[in-house]
């Protein structure tokens, strides 16, 4: 799960000593405990399966026959290391250093660095959290000495654990790693330290394994990806099933969440279990769960209390027990506490502590390597020419504001190999992005947000390229738009307008997706229109839910569409592939 | 009242310094190599039964000093040897000194603390002459040998995991509390 080796600094008079060409003390240390020593300052063994890579600095500078404690040097190794990639995954920091005279090739010691309250760590640890720079470094305490007396020196200075050296070996040295470590993900692409920190904070709530996990990110920020990867860290062995249920009709969402049973309502032929029930020992992902009925949601509450954990299929006579994680997602949670969402259900989300992901503005560093992957990800899918990615390049795509977030920058990304396949070089002229990039300066998330929607609205007004115009974009837009300081005069009359619209751009959709759907016979070679699998496009339905999407649901579908305006019902049936479609869907359900 | 004396440092040299940072570092890693499906590196095996086990021969001394001492050392009637103690009459001392010590042993559990690092430094010494009598028998000679010994040698380092958490418990001062 982790595929870099993640690289941590080790700060120990004995173990960061270097004596003539070998450090024993050290090698032992590191063969035990699964450390790679890639200090370079003396030979190192070269481990098999290592753990990590270790970087060892003694603390201590010899002058002479002395040898005493560095305070500077070692806070200049740790902020050199943590302020690039790759960064220290963790510092493990020893408390006593032994300091003074050399005699016959050893250290004396002295009475007052064997003080608890004088240990050369502690100074360590405390400039450590003067600097505003290290607020995010895990550091540990690696120690031999009694941990009584310091506890509450260390706690207080926010040491995340304290390990005994001589217990240390790989699997505590993983766990380390695993519970405070900032390690990169194979799936979840990035080292930045807004991003480490969250896939940190998830592993920590996935530990709980029956915990409600909400998380807030903006659209495509890789929420169902961090979903997944606490359920990859939960250690549960059941299944990671995800629920959408963003464009599900109301009415469709309970069925959809909790399953049926057999003839529960006309056309439940066969009994259903739905995703709550399908991850039962494994994790449950609602994705905009704030789209969930109010009608639904006491329901919900009973399956998001951990002491409960019920679940009641449409038709059922009886609850069923399930044992799963619950991991929520939100890309609007400002939104939903005003919205009609009950403060019970915030409360089991437990929306207090939610994970946040960055927005891709936020973590400009992770967006070279982003590139790069979805660079080669689309050079092999489309044959395309191997290309490198210039400076300039680069710069641009790191200045840019990245509304739609990673997705926004892969669409990017996939058309410039698209539409420049024998290209070797990526020029800024082959992405297709704004060049101007509305934060010139750091405003506050408010601000900011509000610049967007403005720079969006401004964008999708003056384009005159309609390929320029993101779906995702357009509606993250409509979400987002500023509606607490809309006149009054412009209130009037907006619900229809706001129906219109919805049903039309439903509409268009349906459209596009029964044109995409349609099949060429010899009797129709422009394509004959089914409607099932037009809707299955439209909602995302993979193969194995496909038995919940059987032709009179999707038939349902389309007169819903079609329904939503009534003003606009004819003007949309004058359109032949629509009114196909809703015909073909009427006289089925007048059948049944 | 406390003061620092002797036995506090050559406590902290012989436990931190040496069992915990070197002896018992490079017995884990013996450990580690000896337990790994192929022990790609015997030289380092090698290494550890020459340079650094046979150290224990020479640090028993000190442990048994340390435990042996650790009554009279570490006692607080120390105190009544410097001011403001030494300030006593000799009369009071006559009272004073042995009632301090007998609640000082009673307070931290002396005797039993001292007893079980005397039966651990034993066990320690007991099993570093089994094992070094089954090493000069040939057991030094291949890995698979020293791998047939993994049970003994883990009895033995986890003896002195346990020997280095014992007189780690032993009071850290000399002091009325």
Redesign the interface.
Known sequence: MIPNLPRILVVDD?YGATRGDRN??R???C??SGIADITGDISA?RL?DPVVEGIFCSGQVQTGERLENDLAATLESIRRGFSQYPRWALLLLDL?F?AGRIVNGEVE?R?ED?DPHLYFGLQVLREIRKDEALVDLPVIILS???RT?VEAVFSGLSALDFC????L??ERMQKLLQDHGLIEDEKIIGHSLSLLTRLRDARRRARHGNDNILIVGETGTGKELLANYIHRWSGRTGEYVPLFTQGVPDTLIEDRLFGHEKGAFAGANTAVAGPAEQANGGTLFIDEFGDIPLSVQPKLLRLLDANIRETQRLGATKATKLDLQVVMATSRLGNLRREKISGDLLYRAKAEIAIELPPLRNRPEDIPILAELFLRRYEERLGAEHRTIPSETLEILKRHDWPGNVRDLERVIEHAVLDYKGIRVLSPQHLNIHKSTPFESSPSEEQGRDERIKAETTKVASSSKMEVLVLSDLLRSLVEFPYDRMPTADLIGSIGTARDAMARCLAGLLRQALVATSRPTPEKPEGEIYYSPAIHLLLGIQEQDKADWRTPRCADMVRYIVGISEDLREELLSDPVLRTAYEAATRLRRRK | MTMVIDWQRRRAEFNHDWLKNRYINALMSFLARLRTEDSNNPQSLHEFLEKDFPVWQRSSVEAWWLVNQFEQEMSPTRLFDAPPLNECSEKVKEWLVPMVHCLWLQRYDVPRLVATARALIQGIDDGYESLSKSLSNGGEGSVFKLRAMLQEWERYADLCLELSRCIGAFPRKVEVA
């Open positions: 004995i024993r003390d090698e032992s240390f063969y035990r063994e098999r006593h032994k010691g009475d064997r031999s000495m009694d007396e005994d050296k001589s217990i070996d790989r």
